[in-house]
């Protein structure tokens, strides 16, 4: 699937799975904010991944195959 990469609905599904895996990316609103970024960051950092807090398709690759 070809995503738009950060778009509001993308974003708010990224929240919900870092909050499922124990990452703090507060309420899934849509928003990339900063509790958002910090929160990628770790996960980006505690999977190898540039820890940029940017949605990237590497992280949304990573979070697909932890799904």
Do not use: C, F
Request: charged content about 10%; glycine content about 14%; hydrophobic content about 35%.
């Amino acid at each position: 699937q070809s995503w738009q990469l950060g778009n509001p609905q993308q974003v708010k599904a990224i929240q919900a799975a870092l909050n499922t895996m124990g990452y703090n990316a507060g309420t899934p609103d849509g928003i990339l904010g900063a509790g958002t970024a910090a929160a990628i960051r770790e996960y980006q950092s505690d999977t190898g991944l540039a820890a940029t807090g940017h949605v990237t398709q590497e992280l949304i690759e990573q979070l697909n195959e932890g799904a």
